[in-house]
């Protein structure tokens, strides 16, 4: 019978955590098993460590995060099998932690399960770009048109994905918020909304009809499909069983849609734009302060595990303005750690770290930067400094340029450069693609400069590492 890694591991986690009486709830993300734990202590986090295929444990958010790496899907499934997931998705969960660490684990929870569907359409988009550079006819195609639609189709309906994530994560119907989101982004809706905004007077319940429009939108569909949740608890209670299986989706739609339109809608949009908004003003007054603020640190908000949170904000600034520097300088950070551990790979005579380090920099060439991070730069501290230093460096040479994202990227990172250029901003691409070099090549100077922190002790012993280099390389 052929060994199963991925049932072994989330067996062994299971072991380390207290078993399955100890979980209050489960999801993951790119690279983490997420967990959020009745009880938990430092002797939990060093045991789940040293398990093979195991990156790294952080503790964040009020959720116990098990970084794995490419596996994590895999292991999820493993886990959820012999944990029950749909019924503890059930539990009560939502209530661990601040405010701050409930939206953190909020955002995480509704974005993390279809990012990949995200990244694949900015793909597809920057396939179109290039295209369109080398043969300008196409976009007269009916080919590249219908494939310009099918890789805009995810963002104009946003709102459905959030539904469906949205709804796991806050324990209420999936059918019910599918049906409440759909009807914010149908087009009949939005036909309605954008008369409104013409001008033409179109009264709802006696109000005014809001001329916001929720295709692409985060905030109006996630706070609805919160809103139902508890407006579906309320009517179970009250309502009589013969008829809570109609009633309940009902009376929640008829509620929660009207009360999404009047009030929350506007509201949050409104919210949503207006940080938006006080970014792009940084970003437009303060080009290089934004560059250095958001390339310096943004791995460290990947390392806190709290980078969900600005999603809302990035795509706000793609509905409202058709562009965004944020992920400019997102993308730059994320070179520069993927440079560190490059860097690294060429600076090492350990051969296992060699195959952690080049199996990190292959991963992060999509976007994925955990396993460089726990597994080569944090490792050996050096890196992951010099890593910070680069990328605020390079995004600061970047804001040189103007350069902006014209598409949303779900993991930005080296293949997904293309999608800075724009025939409108030439020096967009020119500006990123600067940056992409000084990311790449700053570090594996600054590392044959200085070293990488383990090296100075390589000729004189092969001390084996805490973390299994070979586990590390076998995830990803």
Known sequence: MKENKNRDLAKRILEEIGGEKNISNSTHCATRLRLVLKEEDDEMVQSVKKLPGVIDVVRKGGQFQI???????????????????????????????????RIIATMSAVFAPFVYVLAAAGTIQGALIILSQIWPSI???????????????PFTF?????????????????YTAIFAN?????PGF??????????????????????????????????????????????????????????????????????????IGPLSAAGANVVAAGYTAL??????????????????????????????????????YGMDTFQVYQTIAVISQVGAALAVFLKTKKKEVRSVSLSAAITGLF????????GVNLRFKKPFIIGIVTGAVASLVTSFFNSFSFVYTGLPGPLTIINTYSADHPSSFWGVLTGTVIALVLPIVLVQIFGYGDDAVEEAADVPSSTTETDVVGNN
């Not at 759909?182 to 149908?186: E, K, Q, R, S």
């Not at 976007?367 to 726990?374: F, K, L, M, S």
């Open 182 to 186: 759909a009807a914010l982004v149908a």
């Open 283 to 320: 970003a437009v007054s303060f080009p290089a302060l934004a560059g250095i603020i958001i390339g310096g640190a943004w791995q460290l908000f990947v390392l806190l595990g709290v980078h969900w949170g600005i999603t809302p904000v990035i795509l706000a600034n793609h509905e409202q």
């Open 367 to 374: 976007g994925i930067t955990e396993p460089a991070i726990y």
């Open 67 to 101: 970084v794995i790496g490419n596996t994590v899907d895999k292991v999820y499934n493993e886990f959820s099998e012999l944990t029950g997931g749909e019924k503890k998705e059930a539990t009560e969960d939502t209530k661990k932690g601040n405010i701050f660490s």
């Open 158 to 174: 946003l709102p459905i994905f959030i539904a469906v994530t949205a709804s796991k994560h806050f324990k209420t119907n999936t």
């Open 139 to 153: 976009v007269e195609t009916g080919t590249y048109q219908v494939f310009d639609v099918v890789s805009w189709s």
């Open 190 to 263: 939005s036909e309605l909304a954008q008369r409104a905004g013409a001008g033409e007077a179109i009264s709802f319940f006696g109000m005014p009809l809001s001329e916001t429009v929720y295709t692409s939108t985060v905030i109006p569909a996630i706070l609805l499909v919160w809103l139902l949740s508890y407006l579906e608890r309320i009517l179970e209670r009250i309502l009589p069983e013969a008829v809570t299986r109609l009633f309940t989706p009902l009376f929640s739609i008829l509620i929660a849609v009207p009360l999404t339109i009047i009030v």
